[in-house]
């Protein structure tokens, strides 16, 4: 099963990818769907980028939104749900040549796998994580979820949503080691593929919570944001997302706000009124734990029995 | 090695008696060394060349109050003449700190009649009554249950060299054990010198002061002396207990990636891991919880690392989805499960064999996999590699079911050898053939090869959901069914190149056949023996496979009378008041029962105690007698 093949070439030719070397199956997402748009973000930017189809790994949760590595002509992981981030961490840990994007919806990161999203941003691992926020448990057929905001009618709360929804940037900026985090909207292509770019430049855990439209389920909860861009504030900074002519043109509503201010930052995610978009914290100088978890990678087959028979005659006697 | 015989000679006043074993306990409060002056006594007798099995005696609390039954503390040390294999019966001599340990140790039925106790005396002159009395009455007691007392005023003597004997007690206590087995004191002034090598030189001596203290206090007035002769060519020797094996054999089988969550009593595998492992270039993941743990485990073996995870019954509950995922999307991955008491949080100190049926059948849904049981400390150790081989072979996840007993026994063990092709090549990370599909199933083994990230062509993605050979999620009913079929498959593949189980004992049958699996192996053994040394028609049969079994046990089974598993889990006795037909029998039963259709009995304890190999001689002596008034 292992062993190094002897024909195995050092010196490929050079090769070219387009968008469908990393196109998948057919996504077989609701007409409508929030989710497309998102993963045509990421197949632009593994273009772009030029990323080698077989040094990309998608991870995914359980959900609609996590059906997403299938939708990739890349390696894939979709296993449990809640549970995406472990097998990314582990995945990254001793393989530093990959890339990791992980796909996972707001039951499957902020309910189920609230514990190992707080432990994953405090890893810091040098991932791209997407939160498929539509508000609602779609695959499961509309059920509440804890981002619904209150008074939203579900299968499980016919009568609304009572509990206030939990705010996933509120809650990463209070994470320890916290070291990006940006908001888009799956509806704006540019602003989604430019915070995504952002997100996966950065080296560190870059988190983008994505408002998703679910239109068989929680369609209306976005209407509005949708028809009425001027409830949304854009932030852009040149250290963080940059002002292009497009965006200007997009968003009535932009601030200048410098992504390396932890405290603005959260005064920002706070704003419910005007819901922010962009870049909202930026810390390129938090520790990563991939600096620790690739220590002693490529230890040589001679050192590693040096080192057994050590270990073992410690104990002989 | 040679030096024992002149040791003996040396030593040996003429009165020493020689034993072919001793069991010898130390126990106190805890917090007062007796763990550690054991364990260095345990070293002595090994470096000298006896047979060695130590085992802890654990409170129940962590903290429990001074001189109390429940905080009995300590080490046992069985020592013999040959490969000692288990804890044995009852103690032959007791070092004791308080009166009140003992009676902790009592009610396990650690003594016997002729016991020698020697015992700390200062509290028969303690300022207060009540323990002054306390102190007498149970001077009494242990006297009319013929326990030989020895009193001695340790304190006392400590005083003498220390200003806390609280805290020197113990290596006085270890100079004392020396000369009373007749070791060199040397022995133990080396094994104090490594024990406190990073106290500094003022702590190695005070300490060695005592050791010498204790050995010439002993020899004066100690008046019963012992002598164990060594074992003959005991040959190259390593002493660890069963986590550090399986540390060892983590290393040493090549696997790189280890992610844990603390629990008791696995979590030594990781201090030991902690300090090591990072020598081999190896990875020491604590995960935030149990479910994180495999699953990072689950990533680095999906990207081509050898993985293990390492947990106790309520860590391997939690991990149970994942192992199915590991099953579904067959992955290799090594799970070790050092068993202890349940359900629950049960005991989490103490040994019990009660994770069995949740290893093979913990799941949702029809999830084979393979589960090995190692039934020494050495075995420990090679079966993870025998784990590691088995997973990558047949693309599975496998479980290594140890325990308690084996976790914390410490034992001089044959050096292990360690072989260039234990280790995990480089991950292959030519081009993959796209001819070849993700799960490529050989109908015969299903077996199948693996692409990893990496490899150009190979581009698949793993899914918990039915799915084809190419990986593609497909409900139709022949998807499910073939994918069922090759997932089982791998276990008949695996069976057939197994071995039928050595009977040890009568080969060709008798009255009783006695199975066990896991660390009960050496008590078993042990108490067949003796019973066989009477006349008696007893064998056993022990099993390391339990997921696929062993070939060949109903034909084995089929040539004695009666047939009995014996385990440390639960299972209703046969005079329980419940009927006979619904008695819930024990988890080795339900499996044996199943595979051959022999109507196999049960015989099992769930004391959070080692099986001794006197309740076996007791258990033998009862089902041989059940058989005999069966048969008249
Ligand atoms: C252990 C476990 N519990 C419950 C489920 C059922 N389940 C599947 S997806 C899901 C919620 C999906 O919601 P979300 O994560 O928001 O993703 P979406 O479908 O909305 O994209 C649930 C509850 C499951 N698959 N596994």
Redo the contacts with the bound molecule.
């Keep these: 099963m292992f062993g190094l093949k002897t024909d195995w070439e050092l010196d490929p030719p050079p090769r070219y990818f387009t968008l469908e070397d990393y196109e998948g199956g057919v996504a077989r997402w609701c007409p409508g769907c929030g989710?497309f748009g998102v993963l045509t973000a990421v197949q632009r930017i593994c273009r772009e980028q030029q990323l080698p189809p077989e040094k990309v790994v998608a991870v995914s949760?359980?959900?609609?939104?996590?059906r997403f590595p299938h939708y990739m002509k890349t390696y894939g992981f979709h296993g449990?749900?809640?549970r995406p981030l472990p097998v990314a961490c582990g995945i990254k840990s001793r393989r530093p040549d990959l890339d990791i994007w992980v796909a996972?919806?707001?039951?499957?990161?902020c309910?189920?796998g609230a514990g190992h999203w707080i432990h994953a941003i405090r890893y810091n691992m040098d991932m791209t994580v997407m939160l498929?926020?539509?508000a609602?448990?779609?695959?499961?057929k509309n059920?509440t979820?804890p981002t619904s905001p209150v008074g939203f009618k579900s299968n499980t709360h016919p009568r609304g949503a009572w509990l206030p929804p939990l705010d996933p940037l509120q809650a990463m900026l209070g994470f320890t080691n916290v070291s990006f985090v940006g908001q888009a909207v799956d509806w704006n292509p540019i602003l989604l593929h430019a915070i995504l770019r952002q997100a996966h430049a950065h080296k560190g855990l870059g988190f983008v919570r994505i408002l998703?439209r679910?239109p068989t389920y929680s369609g209306h909860v976005f209407q509005d944001l949708q028809k009425s861009p001027d409830q949304l504030l854009l932030l852009t900074h040149d250290d963080g997302l940059p002002m292009t002519p497009e965006l200007d043109r997009l968003f009535p509503n932009k601030e200048q706000h410098d992504p390396s201010d932890l405290g603005k930052a959260r005064i920002a995610a706070a704003n419910h009124e005007r819901i922010p978009v962009g870049v909202l914290f930026r810390d390129p100088s938090r520790p990563i734990y991939d600096d620790f978890t690739n220590y002693g990678l490529g230890t040589s087959v001679e050192d590693k029995l040096d080192s057994i028979n050590a270990e073992l005659d410690r104990f002989a006697i | 090695m040679s030096t024992h015989v002149a040791e003996a000679a040396g030593t040996g006043s003429g009165s020493r008696t020689t034993v072919p074993q001793h069991i010898i306990e130390i126990v106190s409060d805890s917090g007062e060394g007796a763990q550690k002056a054991g364990q260095a006594f345990g070293a002595v007798c090994a470096k000298s060349g006896r047979g060695v099995w130590t085992v802890e005696i654990i409170p129940a609390e962590i903290k429990p109050p001074a001189r109390s039954q429940a905080g009995a503390s300590g080490i046992r040390i069985r020592v013999g003449s040959r490969t000692v294999t288990n804890m044995g019966d009852e103690a032959d001599l007791v070092v004791a700190f308080n009166e009140q340990v003992l009676y902790g140790r009592i009610t396990q039925h650690a003594f016997r009649k002729g016991t020698n106790i020697l015992l700390e005396n200062r509290w028969a002159t303690d300022d207060s009554p009540e323990i002054r009395e306390l102190y007498a009455n149970a001077l009494q007691e242990f006297r009319e249950k013929g326990f030989v007392v020895h009193e001695l005023p340790l304190e006392q003597e400590c005083l003498k060299h220390t200003s806390n004997p609280r805290v020197g007690k113990n290596m006085f206590v270890l100079g004392m054990l020396c000369s009373i087995y007749g070791f060199e004191v040397e022995r133990a002034l080396e094994e104090a010198a490594f024990l406190f090598r990073k106290k500094g030189e003022k702590v190695v001596a005070l300490n060695h002061e005592l050791i010498r203290a204790g050995y010439a206090y002993a020899s004066d007035h100690i008046p019963i002396q012992f002598f164990v002769p060594a074992r003959p060519n005991p040959g190259k020797s390593i002493v660890v207990n069963g986590n550090q094996a399986v540390g060892l054999g983590i290393m040493a089988a090549g696997i790189d990636v280890v992610a844990m969550y603390p629990i008791t009593p696995a979590t030594s595998v990781s201090h030991y891991l902690g300090e090591a492992f990072h020598r081999v270039g190896g990875l020491l993941h604590q995960a935030e919880d149990e479910i994180a743990a495999i699953g990072f485990a689950i990533g680095a073996s999906y990207a081509g690392k050898t993985a293990c995870t390492v947990t106790s019954g309520p860590g391997l509950a939690l991990k149970t989805?994942f192992l199915g995922l590991a099953v579904m999307g067959e992955l290799p991955l090594v799970i070790v499960d050092v068993q202890r008491g349940g359900p629950s949080t049960g005991l989490p100190t103490k040994v019990e064999q009660g994770d069995l049926l949740a290893s093979i059948w913990g799941q949702p849904g029809d999830s084979p996999k393979v589960v090995i049981a190692p039934a020494t400390i050495e075995e420990c150790f090679h079966f993870v590699i025998t784990a590691r081989k088995l997973a990558e072979a047949f693309r599975t996840p496998v479980i290594v079911l140890t325990d308690a007993n084996l976790a914390t026994g410490v034992q001089p063990i044959p050096r292990p050898n360690p072989q260039e092709e234990w280790l995990a090549p480089p991950i292959d990370q030519a081009p993959w053939d796209k001819k070849v599909l993700a799960y490529d199933w050989d109908v015969e083994s299903g077996a199948s090869p693996r692409p990893i990230p990496g490899q150009p062509g190979g581009e698949y993605v793993l899914t918990g959901l039915s799915h084809t050979k190419d990986a593609h999620v497909a409900y139709d009913p022949d998807s499910n069914r073939v994918g069922m079929e090759m997932r089982s498959r791998k276990l008949a593949a695996l069976q057939k190149a197994l071995k039928p189980p050595k009977v040890f004992g009568d080969e060709s049958g008798g009255d009783l056949l006695l199975v066990g699996w896991g660390s009960t192996q050496g008590a078993i053994e042990e108490g067949v023996e003796r019973a066989r040394g009477e006349g008696q028609s007893v064998s056993a049969v022990h099993l390391r496979f339990m997921s696929p079994l062993e070939p060949g046990l109903e034909e084995i089974f089929r040539r004695f009378k009666k047939v009995v598993a014996i385990g440390i889990h639960y299972s209703d006795p046969e005079d329980s008041p419940i009927d006979k037909p619904n008695r819930r029998r024990s988890q080795l039963a339900i499996l044996l029962r199943d595979q051959t259709l022999v109507d196999v009995d049960s015989w099992t304890r769930v004391e959070g105690q080692p099986l001794s190999p006197g309740t076996i001689y007791d258990a033998i002596q009862d089902h041989l007698g059940r058989l005999a008034r069966k048969e008249s």
């Design positions: 989710d949760g359980i959900g609609c939104s996590s449990l749900h809640g996972t919806g707001d039951g499957d990161c309910s189920i498929f926020d539509n609602v448990y779609g695959l499961t059920q979820s998703q679910c | 989805e």
